[in-house]
């Protein structure tokens, strides 16, 4: 006899962005049936092609493009102009994906008509299905004003990056019980205020257990462990192409090393003349008139 229980409980297969556009309504039914998405991060339109053809259900356009891309060492240095041509580029390159743009430091904390005209700006200019905001309890008002104009927005919770220099470096978050308990009560509060998704940065299993108990909307997971509907983690760390990488995110490929041949490969080539045959040549005896 078939055990049911089991049957119940045994994940499901997610679908992938192959068998056609993902929504936020699919990662939803993803996430109720508990299919375990991916996601990686994204900044051009060329490689969110490639990972389009692997079949990448979501991509996020983090504001770890000031790290990544222009070279600065935290999250704060991101430009809103930037990272909002970021994200129209990837979902060019990407247009079945869920692509969520990632609202940079002070974007969205000075004012409520401010926050929802930059985050609109994700949606009208970068083209994106939804906006990402670091937060805890103190910004529902603002979450709710910018859901209210009918913006989808994932409420990032845990660790936050951007507040880096407040906090003198990265940290956990959540590891007493008080703190465990306000991520769980600020992320029902979310929810809430409308939120359509919950992302939790660097926590332990107890807290994202926690508030995938206490919620009804997808949890995202950074470094928050493995009962988390989605998984988001830099594509540069798995890639190996960084210096560092956090343990929840170690390398699957060294490309590195291969962009490191590729450039030797071109140089040798170059040293040697060695570019293959010509492509270009002039008309038919225009040669003779040039050189005459």
Not at 64 to 85: K, N, R
Not at 93 to 119: C, R, T
Not at 132 to 148: P, Q
């Amino acid at each position: 006899m078939t055990d049911q229980s089991t049957i119940e409980t045994k994940p499901a297969t997610a679908p992938s962005c192959l068998d056609g556009p993902v929504t936020l309504r699919t990662l939803q039914k993803w996430s109720k049936a508990n299919a375990k998405w991916a996601m990686l991060t994204c900044y051009d339109a060329t490689t969110a092609r490639w990972m389009a053809k692997a079949g990448l259900p979501a991509m996020l356009v983090g504001d770890t493009a000031a790290e990544m891309i222009l070279g600065f060492d935290s999250t704060i240095h991101a430009p809103l102009d930037f990272l909002i041509t970021l994200t129209a580029g990837v979902k060019r390159g990407a247009p079945n994906v869920f692509v969520m743009g990632d609202m940079p430091f002070l974007s969205y904390q000075v004012d409520e008509s401010s926050a929802i005209k930059n985050a609109g700006r994700f949606l009208t200019e970068g083209n994106a299905d939804a906006v990402k905001l670091e937060v805890d309890g103190t910004f529902v008002d603002r979450v709710a004003a910018i859901c209210n104009a009918g913006i989808a927005v994932v409420a990032h919770l845990g660790s936050k990056p951007q507040q880096l220099k407040q906090t003198g470096g990265y940290t956990t978050a959540g590891r007493s019980a008080t703190a465990a308990t306000t991520i769980v009560n600020d992320a029902v509060s979310m929810e809430q205020a409308g939120a359509s998704m919950l992302l939790l940065e660097a926590v332990p299993t107890e807290v994202s257990s926690a508030v995938v108990e206490a919620t009804s909307i997808p949890v995202i997971g950074c470094g928050a462990g493995t009962d988390c509907h989605g998984q988001v983690v830099v594509l540069q760390d798995l890639a190996g192409l960084t210096k560092w990488q956090p343990s929840f995110a170690k390398p699957t490929a060294y490309i590195g090393d291969e962009i490191i041949n590729v450039a030797k490969t071109w140089m040798e080539n170059v040293n040697k003349n060695n570019l293959g045959d010509h492509p270009y040549s002039m008309i038919d005896g225009e040669s003779d008139k040039f050189h005459s």
